[in-house]
């Protein structure tokens, strides 16, 4: 082994949310390398530091570590790379490694090694292929578009996670590591056989961002807090891909270091997709992410509202809410739906909805014409002692279900119209992304 950079690093209060280039010199011949960053002490209180590192060599992005603990080491080589990096080629020339400091909670001293690796690491044993359920039939089909596995910070393997995906019944999932891509194509092979959406969450310091449909990790490194995001969030939507304001109204500092969207130059009613539903219905900032999708679309924002597990293992949990959108058989039809918010939202209702306009019927996140519209729910599957609401301009409609049924509504649509399904305890079970009416703008 040769010692290529060693470095001692002194990080106090003033120093939270930086990101801290060191570049080395890779030499010719070398099989591997290991980078270890270890920092002391952990923080004061119930309060701890957050800092970890990513690295890129002469061909560009190698991965991240997004993850809690003092101790931070990635080994990788042509064939292997640890969790949270991408395995290649060991390229000689200069590469960086970037310490980010998503929290310092006190005055924290750390030492950065990396070291040259004579061998090259030995190869991960493959998990073997997860056998497929058999379909559910019907023209809907079920997904997660934000989950997490031991490639950043989650409790569970690719594996673990495509098989408890695979239990639920998930037709397709976005696996969305913490600034990292490096999970795909596990996934890809533990699990063929669902349809595989590519994604990352840009845990940024100052916002979170679910970007799908792309194929390489944006760099979340160069929006500041006054601008940058929404430059960002264009390439990635002008590329073909979905990019969405995750848990806006989570817990912040120093709780979950950069949860709460702060960002200036992209606020939620300027984004095209928010967040609404966030892991379990549970505490108040999903309830406040909804009240204030409403109220973006009340003032006419077009705004499509988007359910994540956020699932970080060991279990899928009861509340839930997965993306329920007509069934396509390819990512490039799935990623369409999805960006023109032609789903519905539920912990598994087996809901079907049509709507119909005075110009005949029209798909959920469509356009019609405003006026006089008709609407029918059928649903297979809602606890008992439930209420679906009718949504129309903000007014709401309430009517007591259970078990399975259908319900007919119809009246005046001059903004838009869609549907909640509240659980006996006023928990969020179903929610469907509207149709618009023509004054909203598009």
């Known amino acids: 082994m040769t010692a290529l950079l060693h470095e001692r690093v002194h990080l106090t209060l003033p120093d939270s949310k930086r ?15 290991r980078v270890e960053w270890e920092f002391g002490p952990p923080g004061g209180g119930e309060v701890r530091s957050m800092i970890n590192f990513s690295l890129r060599g002469p061909a560009g992005f190698r991965g991240a570590g997004h993850r809690h603990g003092t101790r931070h080491e990635a080994v990788l080589g042509e064939h292997f790379a640890t969790p949270g990096f991408l395995p290649g080629a060991i390229t000689p020339g200069r590469w960086e490694v970037t310490l980010h400091t998503h929290l310092v909670a006190q005055g924290t001293h750390g030492e950065l090694v990396v070291t040259a690796l004579n061998e090259p690491p ?44 695979t239990a639920r019944g998930l037709d397709f999932l976005a696996l969305t590591d913490h600034n990292t891509t490096s999970g795909r194509a596990v996934l890809g092979g533990a699990a063929p056989h669902l349809l595989q959406l590519p994604g990352v969450e840009l845990t940024t310091f100052y916002g979170h961002a679910v970007a799908l449909g792309v194929e390489d990790c944006p760099d979340w490194t160069a929006p500041e807090l006054g601008c940058g995001m929404a430059e960002l969030a264009s390439d990635v939507t002008q590329s073909g891909g979905v990019f969405t304001l995750a848990h806006p109204f989570a817990p912040g500092d120093p709780i979950c270091t950069g949860c709460t969207w702060t960002y200036f130059d992209l606020r939620p009613e300027g984004a095209a997709h928010l967040e609404v539903w966030n892991g379990p219905w549970r505490g ?76 005949g019927p029209v798909p959920l ?78």
């Open 19 to 33: 990101h801290l280039p060191f570049s080395f010199t890779c030499p010719e011949g070398a099989s591997g390398l």
């Open 122 to 165: 030995a190869l991960a044993p493959t998990d073997p292929v997860i056998p497929a359920n058999e379909r559910t039939p019907g023209a809907w089909m079920m997904g997660d578009l934000h989950c997490h596995s031991n490639h950043s910070d989650a409790r569970w393997t690719v594996s673990e996670l495509a098989r408890a995906a």
């Open 284 to 359: 108040d900032h999903n309830e406040r992410a909804l009240a204030y999708w409403y109220a973006l679309l009340t003032r006419g924002h077009r705004v499509i509202a988007t359910a994540g597990t956020d699932a970080h293992g060991p279990n899928y949990d009861p509340g839930h809410g997965f993306t329920f959108t007509p069934r396509v058989w390819d990512g490039v039809a799935l990623l369409a739906q999805l960006r023109a918010g032609q789903t519905y939202l539920s912990r598994g209702a087996g809901l079907d909805l049509e709507v119909r306009s005075p110009a």
């Open 365 to 442: 996140g469509s356009t019609a014409p405003g006026g006089r519209w008709l609407a029918r729910a059928r649903w297979s599957v809602v606890p008992e002692g439930s209420t679906l609401i009718w949504v129309a301009d903000g007014a709401r409609e309430a009517v007591s279900i259970e078990g399975e049924g259908q319900l007919r509504w119809e009246g005046e649509v001059r903004g838009w119209l869609n549907l909640e399904i509240r659980t006996g305890n006023g928990e969020l079970h179903t929610l469907g992304n509207p149709v618009f009416a023509e004054r909203c703008p598009a």
